[in-house]
């Protein structure tokens, strides 16, 4: 499984990015679709995290600007980030949780597991 994340960039305080992360490979369902979050010197935290039923999650410095969607059909989840701060500045990774492959012997789905993307840089100017 791969997770292909594009949107990051260049924004001025106040503007507004979204990213999105696709998932690929012998999927057959995801459980949780999420973003991470790391600032240079501080730990990885959670922006926002979606269910497959739709419910949502999000960090508390986000809440209210930040909106976390998804399709299930095409496997990507979406993070629509307005009123940008710079304290957003940070490299933005995408996570799939309890993922189900289908085994190519058995073609069954197999347990979940957890897959992270490589990130994308968000810089947010003063």
């Known amino acids: 499984v791969q997770l292909q994340a594009s949107g990051g960039g260049l924004v001025q305080a106040g503007g507004s990015l979204r990213l999105s992360c696709a998932a690929s490979?012998?999927?057959?369902?995801?459980?949780?679709m999420g973003w991470y979050r790391q600032a240079p010197g501080k730990q990885r935290e959670l922006v926002a995290a979606?269910?497959?039923?739709?419910?949502?999650n999000y960090g508390d410095s986000v809440k209210g600007r930040f909106t976390i969607s998804r399709d299930n059909a095409k496997d990507t989840v979406y993070l629509q980030m307005n009123s940008l701060k710079p304290e957003d500045t940070a490299v933005y990774y995408c996570?799939?949780?309890?993922?189900?492959?289908?085994?190519?012997?058995?073609?069954?789905?197999?347990?979940?597991?957890?897959?992270w993307g490589k990130g994308t840089l968000v810089t947010v100017s003063s």
């Open positions: 996570n799939a949780g309890g993922v189900r492959t289908i085994s190519s012997g058995t073609g069954l789905p197999g347990d979940g597991m957890d897959y």
């Open positions: 490979g012998r999927i057959f369902n995801i459980k949780d």
């Open positions: 979606v269910t497959s039923g739709g419910s949502t």
